[in-house]
């Protein structure tokens, strides 16, 4: 394969440090981009002996030149207790920082990654999503930053697409999990593993009975490779990308509890506003355009992620 000059945004978060990592490991050379806010210099230490890994600190808001023959666009906090910090600093990063990356691929004829989500579908009424359904979303309330945000940026990659010719893939990523998640971040699975290894309440939202479909960080990143590079240019997506077995919070609650030999309790908290019901990914797309569908257990990815955890949390003692 020939060697490639690679920018990802967002390139120090959980997702991002994955596919650095990845790209690197492929022999590409690698440009991370990130303002910190919610990623973390420790996801990337390990790789800033590489030569062929250059980091840049700079805010997605604002335009960039840089010359690279890919991008994958990642910047943008994921978890809602982060994407709702700053809600108008999110839509921004979303919305400006796809015209600023999609200016940059106009001007340098670079292909481009959107990590889109499954957070475009809202509180779906079809059930499991297909890539061809135009979801449920609440366009004023608190989840709206970031759900309308993605929305519009996937609006944006479809118009440079068609009115400027680029060469886009779209990825709606469902949950994904895995080391390197940030310990403060509220997404389900770091917060039962850590309140799970720390023997305190698991705090269920709601009563539980909400789904989600869990997908291990590696399956992701795989997919997200395939995805830019094994399809034609004429094949943009959206293309759904996410593990389709489905657990209820409470399930997870109790897996969890189990795997961590935990003592924990279970707690049940006040369900957020819009929290959907139920989400699950249908795969065929990837199945048939990428020959892709995870292959890590929840029980096997969560193992990992419990090992990532533990000595992380001993330190902080
Ligand atoms: P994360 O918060 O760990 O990573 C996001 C990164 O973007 C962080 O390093 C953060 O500092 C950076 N960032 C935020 N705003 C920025 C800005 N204005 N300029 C430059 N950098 C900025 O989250 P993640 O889980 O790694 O998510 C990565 C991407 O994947 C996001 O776009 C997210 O919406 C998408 N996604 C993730 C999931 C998931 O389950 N992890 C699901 C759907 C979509
Ligand atoms: N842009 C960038 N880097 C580039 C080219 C463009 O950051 O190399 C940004 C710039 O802020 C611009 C935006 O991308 O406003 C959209 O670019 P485009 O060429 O589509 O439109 P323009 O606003 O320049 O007419
Ligand atoms: N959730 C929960 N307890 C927590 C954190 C989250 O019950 O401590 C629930 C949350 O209400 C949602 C699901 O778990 O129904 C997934 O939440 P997360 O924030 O991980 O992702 P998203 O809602 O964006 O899918």
């Known amino acids: 394969m020939k060697k490639k000059r690679v920018l990802v945004t967002g390139g120090s978060g959980f997702l991002g440090s994955h596919l650095c990592e990845r790209l690197l490991e492929m022999g590409h050379e690698v440009l991370c981009l990130d303002n910190f806010f919610t990623g973390n210099k420790g996801n990337i230490l390990h790789l800033i002996d590489n030569p062929y890994f250059e980091i840049i600190r700079h805010d997605v808001t604002f335009p960039l030149y840089v010359e690279v023959d890919e991008i994958y666009n990642l910047a943008c906090p994921a978890s809602p207790i982060h994407y709702q910090f700053d809600p108008v600093q999110t839509t921004k990063t979303s919305v400006h920082g796809a015209i600023n990356m999609l200016g940059l691929a106009k001007r340098i004829k670079a292909k481009i990654f959107q990590a889109s989500t499954s957070e475009v579908y809202g509180d779906p009424k079809i059930h499991p999503q297909p890539e061809s359904y135009w979801g449920n979303v609440n366009p004023n309330g608190v989840r ?88 034609p240019d004429t094949f943009t997506g959206p293309m759904n990308l996410g593990n389709p077995v489905e657990f209820t919070i409470l399930q997870l609650a109790e897996t969890i509890i189990t795997m961590t030999h935990s003592s924990s309790r279970i707690e049940f908290d006040p369900l957020p506003m819009d929290d959907p019901m139920q989400r699950c990914p249908d795969i065929q797309l990837a199945q048939k355009a990428i020959d892709w569908a995870p292959q890590t257990t929840l029980e096997n990815g969560l193992e990992k992620t419990i090992h990532y955890f533990k000595p992380r949390l001993k330190a902080l003692k």
């Open 144 to 231: 709206s930053c970031y759900d309308e945000g993605k929305r519009c940026a996937e609006t944006l990659f479809f118009d440079y697409n068609r009115q400027h010719g680029l060469r886009i893939k779209v990825g709606r990523i469902f949950n994904t999990y895995g080391p390197r998640m940030a310990m403060n971040d509220g997404r389900v699975v770091s917060n039962f593993i850590i309140q799970a290894l720390r023997n305190e309440n698991i705090t269920v939202y709601g009563d539980g009975a909400q789904t989600r479909s869990f997908c291990y960080v590696d399956d992701l990143i795989e997919g997200m490779i395939r995805f830019m590079n094994e399809t």
